[in-house]
Each structure stands twice: as C-alpha cells, then as structure tokens.
C-alpha cells in the first residue's frame, strides 16, 4: 500500500500568521506546502493537506483530520518571526521517527542552501511536548520552521515562487528520505520550434522566459 503523509500548512483565513518582508507566513506555508505534497505524490506516496487554499483552519481540526487520516509521517509547515536566522525543525520528546524525520528534512532544506538552527524539542510545563500537533498526532510528527519572514537574509531565500517550490521540493526529500523512498530527479525536456522570423523568435523566446522556462534565439 502507498504510503501516506500529512501535511498541515500552518495559519490561514483570518489568521495570516507571521507578517514581514512582504511576505504572510500563511501564503509562504501553503506555497511551500503544495509543491512538497505534488513531489511527494510524484514518487507515489499519498498525501493529504490541512488547506488546500486561503482558509481559516484552527489546529484542533488540523490534529483531528490528521488522526482520521492516519498517515505514516505528519508535518506542520511554518515560518518563523521575532528575530532569528535559518531553518529549524521540532520533533517529539521521546525522538523515534519523528526525530529522524526533523533531522532528514532540515538536512535536505540545508542542501538547498538554508542555515540551520539545528532540530529542536520544546516541553510545556508537564514535561510533555509545548505543540500540540506533536503532542496529539498518533503519526510521528514535526513542525517545520523553514525561514524568518523578518530577516533579510531568509527573505532572499523564500520569497520567490521558485524558491517556494525549491522549499517544499528539499521538505519532500527529506520526507522520502525517512520513509525509504528514494529520491528521483524529474526528466526534463527542450522543445524546438523552427521556421520562425527573427521577431517571432525572439517574441516566443521573451514569453517562455516569462513562464519560468529558458529559451534562446538561434539561427537554423
Ligand atoms: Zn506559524
């Protein structure tokens, strides 16, 4: 059987989480999140969101659908503010997988050219874990931090669509990395179009450029 995953994307709707540098944690999350599960559902394994789009979404429903859900590996995606620099990921008190997964992930968002805070855990006063998505989800669970939307630096690695997919593409590695999955790259292909003039060459050229793809100008 497939295996599964859940993803929550941390905040939405009326809450837009951490706000600075341009940026709403809640759009980086979701962002972030949706091209981790197309990744993840590229190498087969099955995934299920908290949102899909701009909602409100409180935690308690995010823990009981991940329950319902009863994935093989849980993550809460976030951004950080409050002054800070580079990634982090918490995971459960006791470690087990949920350790090894915190520690695959941030490893393959470092890869990607993020700092890191190291992987972390945070107890509330009963000595237990302070997130509840930790505390309560029956899966082995994480929460992702993967940048400070108010440092400059982080700003430079998060806040193009391009470097959002990057994001969740390393988050999705590390996830296929805990689940024994490997990793593939995606085949890419180049497409030629002849007999054009030299003006609807270059005008095709500067559109392909516009879509993210590249494109260059040559004579037949
Ligand atoms: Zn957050």
Redesign the pocket.
């Known amino acids: 059987m497939a295996k599964k995953v859940f993803i929550g994307v941390?905040?939405g709707g009326s809450d837009p989480?951490?706000v600075a540098g341009g940026l709403k944690?809640k759009e980086v999350n979701l962002a972030v999140a949706l091209a981790c599960k197309a990744e993840l559902e590229r190498h087969g394994v099955a995934v299920r969101m908290s949102r899909t789009k701009d909602e409100t979404d409180s935690l308690e429903q995010r823990i009981k659908e991940c329950n319902a859900y009863a994935p093989d590996l849980a993550l809460d995606i976030?951004?950080n503010a409050g002054g800070g620099d580079g990634a982090e990921v918490f995971y459960h008190y006791k470690g087990g997988v949920s350790k090894v997964l915190a520690q695959n992930v941030l490893d393959a968002i470092v890869a990607a050219g993020q700092n890191s805070r190291g992987i972390k855990v945070k107890l509330n006063a009963q000595g237990r874990d302070y997130f509840g998505f930790i505390r309560q989800t029956v899966a082995p669970a994480v929460i992702v931090e993967g940048a400070f939307l108010d440092n400059k630096a982080d700003v430079q690695f998060i806040d193009t669509a391009a470097e959002q997919t990057a994001e969740g593409v390393a988050i999705a590695k590390g996830i296929l990395k805990t689940l024994g999955v490997a990793w593939v790259p995606e085949v890419r292909y180049t497409v030629t179009v002849a007999g054009l003039d030299r003006s609807a060459a270059e005008k095709l050229a500067a559109e392909m450029k516009t879509k993210g793809f590249s494109a260059s100008v040559k004579v037949a």
Do not use: D, S
Request: proline residues 0%; negative net charge; aromatic residues 0%.
């Open positions: 941390g905040h989480g951490a944690e976030h951004h």
